[in-house]
């Protein structure tokens, strides 16, 4: 029972702070490489799109084996340009996971369209590609599988169903930029894929970035055009657009980091490999039952989150929910960890007004499940061990 146990063993790690994510540990050394970009830019005089823009358009494009890439401000900017660009508003409707960042919803109902939640596959948090085709009616416009935790989701399915009705796919690749579904990379095999470069991302920026990618040379333009206003040509606008334009300045950081990204995903996706070996035999626990997540076979994952679930066992005697008990256990001894996430979001209070919406018990299950360990690419192995050493403690003492 956690909370008699608190008090009882003290443990090394316990003199430890250890992060969820440190960005210094990433940026500082490329911090040469960096200042030399500012420095680029800023005597270059060009601070809103241009020539470093343009070239990180086309390394992430190359690396998405996309045609087109189109910078944006952020992850969010990205998923409001495509449902913009794909015409869809008031009266229509978009279907998307519960389980999931609040972006990839909060777009849809900002462009006017209701929301419409799919329920996730329990072992690797997904949308629940089975789930889909029932939620489809006349007003459905677009289908938004989210590849989250950097996990690729079902794809082949969803594509499938949404050229037979009709329906456009925009994939949310904002946590699984170089996710490879199939052999090939994410974010363009739909109408078109969005990436995020947040800094807490596989790639990330130093501040707010984002990307459109497509294979649709008209989709491409209409984007490019309403990231400015949708003006065309200059003081002309056949559309109403926004600012979504990216900064020449966090493109030139971009620059500087693309080039390290496979090394970063690589090292994340060892850090999940080993905790998943260490974690493996807490499966089924009496008391608390740790399941470590899955990897499909035929799917990369890039291992943006390390994400476990924490289920009462049978004989689960602590107070309250177990995911918690954890979290508090692993912050005692300084390690952080995170809930992604907390509230569904055909539960959250900003939607109620487009539902009532029926129970999503496998959402709902993750939202008190799910707790996300330190994976970034720096963690140090004694960092990981005494991650590893906590949540086994936690797992024993339970
Ligand atoms: C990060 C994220 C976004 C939004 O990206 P920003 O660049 O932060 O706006 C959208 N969807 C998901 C799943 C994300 O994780």
Sequence with gaps: MPGSLRPAVRYH??????PLLDVCRQNLPVETALEAAF???LRSGQFILGKEVEEFEQTAAAAARARFAVGASSGTDAIL???MALGIGPGDEVICPAFTFFATAGCVARVGARPVFADSCPACFNIEAGGIERLITPRTKAIIPVHLFGQPAELDPILALARRTGVAVIEDA?????????GRPVGARGEFGIVSFFPSKNLGALGDAGLLLTNDAALAEKARQLRNHGMHPKYFHAMIGGNFR?????AAFLNVKAPHLAEYTRKRQEHASLYNGA???LRGGEAVDIVPPEIHPDRT????????RVRPGKRWAGAGNPRDALKRFLQERGVASEVYYPVP????????AFGPYPPLLVAEALAAEALSLPVFPELAPEEQAAVIEAVCAFAALA
């Design 13 to 18: 790690v316990e003199s430890m702070n250890i």
């Design 279 to 281: 974690f493996t035999r």
């Design 39 to 41: 420095r680029r830019v």
């Design 301 to 308: 994952h890039i291992s943006n989150q390390y994400t476990l």
């Design 174 to 182: 904002a946590q699984a930029f170089g996710a490879e579904y199939h």
């Design 345 to 352: 979001l055909h539960r959250q209070e900003c939607f109620a």
């Design 81 to 83: 340009m495509a449902l």
């Design 246 to 250: 990216l900064d020449a300045l966090q």
